[in-house]
């Protein structure tokens, strides 16, 4: 009888220490995310924590198993990627719910979409991103980023030309496919708890160039319902540096006017090869990709998927 009363009171200990954790204490308690790999301090503020990174899960025996070949159909890489979502872990803080993909893409797909990604020559400069209002600065000035997007649509459909269209197109619309499909769609809406429909959807290839990317914290617009981001690295010299990052209401509010609007990061996305995030738009879906105290080496490049209800 003693035994089995020193182990309720155990167990009581242990659920009011869990209940005394802060919603900040319970993500990082959770073992779910790593330290970056570098001496640096990519944080700027005095005594602020450094950002932390969600873990990467390699798939399990059971998903192995489905890691479908370069000639599988549809069908095959789709039920890859469900299973891809359905294991990624999801994650409340510093606002909810978001999730971070590894090896999302059935490797055949992700290699073919890599090699043959489209060259920056055929992409349209966005023209909002080379002049924009900063508060506290007097007017407007030279953007310090240099975004170029291409719609996934036009290459799918063969409307850009350059030597490697053709299997480039055949590449992209099978990722449309894929990302567009009922199954893939209704996965996501379950991991998420979404019920509102789409009514819209889009893709956009990115390109930022030396990874000067949107440094601005900023929540999405509310006409969102959801955003997903694929990353395609060249290299892994900017594993650390070039991924999105996630922000508490605080850092939102503490972000520097003067530069862009940046501030510190809580948590960051490895910019790692076949690996990508998610999250469903909230007044509090703070995220920014900062260009202050970052490795740059190379392009930024991604594919960006919204679905919007409007």
Same mark, same amino acid.
């Given at each position: 009888? *003693?035994?089995?009363?020193?182990?309720? +009171?155990?167990? $009581?200990?242990?659920?009011?220490?869990? #209940? /005394?954790l802060s919603p900040e204490e319970a993500a990082l308690a959770s073992g779910g995310f790593l330290q970056h790999g570098t001496k640096r301090k990519l944080n700027r503020l005095p005594g602020s924590a450094e950002p932390v990174y969600p873990?990467?899960?390699?798939?399990?025996?059971?998903?192995?198993?489905?890691?479908?070949?370069?000639?599988?159909?549809?069908?095959?890489?789709?039920?890859?990627?469900?299973?891809?979502?359905?294991?990624?872990?999801?994650?409340?803080?510093?606002?909810?719910?978001?999730?971070?993909?590894?090896?999302?893409?059935?490797?055949?797909?992700?290699?073919?979409?890599?090699?043959?990604?489209?060259?920056?020559?055929?992409?349209?400069?966005?023209?909002?991103?080379?002049?924009?209002?900063?508060?506290?600065?007097? *007017?407007?000035?030279?953007?310090?980023? +240099?975004?170029? $997007?291409?719609?996934?649509?036009?290459? #799918? /459909?063969?409307?850009?030309?350059?030597?490697?269209?053709?299997?480039?197109?055949?590449?992209?619309?099978?990722?449309?496919?894929?990302?567009?499909?009922?199954?893939?769609?209704?996965?996501?809406?379950?991991?998420?708890?979404?019920?509102?429909?789409?009514?819209?959807?889009?893709?956009?290839?990115?390109?930022?160039?030396?990874?000067?990317?949107?440094?601005?914290?900023?929540?999405?617009?509310?006409f969102k319902i959801l955003t997903m981001q694929f990353y395609f690295p060249v290299s892994n010299a900017s594993y650390w540096d070039y991924g999105?990052?996630?922000?508490?209401?605080?850092?939102?509010?503490?972000?520097?006017?003067?530069?862009?609007?940046?501030?510190?990061?809580?948590?960051?996305?490895?910019?790692?090869?076949?690996? *990508?995030?998610?999250?469903?738009?909230?007044?509090?879906?703070?995220?920014?990709?900062?260009?202050?105290?970052?490795?740059?080496?190379?392009?930024?490049?991604?594919?960006?998927?919204?679905?919007?209800?409007?």
């Amino acid at each position: 009888a *003693g035994d089995v009363s020193n182990t309720k +009171q155990q167990q $009581q200990v242990s659920s009011s220490s869990a #209940a /005394a954790l802060s919603p900040e204490e319970a993500a990082l308690a959770s073992g779910g995310f790593l330290q970056h790999g570098t001496k640096r301090k990519l944080n700027r503020l005095p005594g602020s924590a450094e950002p932390v990174y969600p873990a990467c899960y390699p798939p399990s025996a059971a998903a192995a198993a489905l890691t479908p070949g370069p000639d599988a159909s549809l069908e095959e890489d789709l039920a890859y990627m469900v299973e891809r979502v359905v294991s990624a872990p999801s994650y409340d803080f510093p606002f909810k719910s978001y999730t971070y993909f590894c090896d999302i893409w059935p490797p055949h797909l992700w290699t073919s979409l890599s090699e043959l990604f489209p060259p920056v020559s055929v992409f349209d400069r966005l023209e909002r991103n080379l002049k924009r209002q900063v508060r506290g600065t007097g *007017g407007a000035r030279k953007s310090p980023y +240099q975004r170029y $997007q291409l719609n996934a649509q036009e290459v #799918a /459909a063969g409307k850009r030309k350059w030597r490697s269209a053709a299997p480039s197109g055949k590449a992209w619309t099978r990722a449309l496919d894929l990302i567009y499909h009922p199954t893939f769609e209704a996965a996501v809406w379950k991991k998420f708890g979404l019920t509102r429909k789409a009514r819209s959807r889009e893709a956009r290839i990115l390109v930022d160039k030396d990874g000067k990317a949107v440094g601005r914290i900023h929540p999405d617009t509310t006409f969102k319902i959801l955003t997903m981001q694929f990353y395609f690295p060249v290299s892994n010299a900017s594993y650390w540096d070039y991924g999105t990052c996630v922000h508490t209401v605080q850092q939102q509010a503490r972000r520097d006017v003067r530069k862009d609007e940046e501030g510190d990061c809580w948590g960051k996305f490895m910019y790692a090869p076949n690996s *990508g995030y998610s999250f469903f738009i909230s007044r509090n879906s703070y995220h920014s990709s900062p260009n202050s105290r970052v490795w740059n080496s190379g392009d930024r490049r991604t594919m960006l998927v919204n679905w919007y209800h409007t």
